[in-house]
């Protein structure tokens, strides 16, 4: 079974920044595109963003575009999320999914998604 992990969450006050990373536990197709998406207690788990194999193509929610970036370096098997100008609204647990192909009107969906971390809390406070 394939394993995501996720770390670098944590509290951070409102425009502060957070790397989140989200390292696989082996190299599979099921492991090549990423995304990460996030949840609060009551909400539905939104999207945030999403990178193919390459670093080439990535996708992003309205809410955190031009504020997150997406990255990954494969020699670590690792997929990034540098997170800038935090908003009390960002406040969520964060989660990396992974699946094996990149597909712009898919990448938002999380039931296309194989693999699942459990998960990294940030929180940002006002």
């Known amino acids: 079974q394939v394993q995501l992990v996720e770390s670098g969450g944590g509290l951070v006050q409102a425009g502060g920044s957070l790397r989140l990373s989200c390292a696989a536990s082996?190299?599979?197709?099921?492991?090549?595109?990423r995304g990460w998406f996030r949840q609060t207690p009551g909400k539905e788990r939104e999207f945030v963003a999403a990178?193919?194999?390459?670093?080439?193509?990535?996708v992003y929610a309205d809410s955190v575009q031009g504020r997150f970036t997406i990255s990954r370096d494969n020699r670590k098997n690792t997929v990034y999320l540098q997170m800038n100008s935090l908003k009390p609204d960002d406040t969520a647990v964060y989660y990396c999914a992974s699946r094996e192909t990149f597909a712009v009107a898919t990448m938002t969906d999380s039931a296309r998604y194989r693999y699942w971390g459990q998960g990294t809390q940030v929180t940002v406070s006002s």
């Open positions: 082996e190299r599979t197709f099921s492991t090549y595109s």
């Open positions: 990178i193919n194999w390459s670093g080439g193509n990535t």
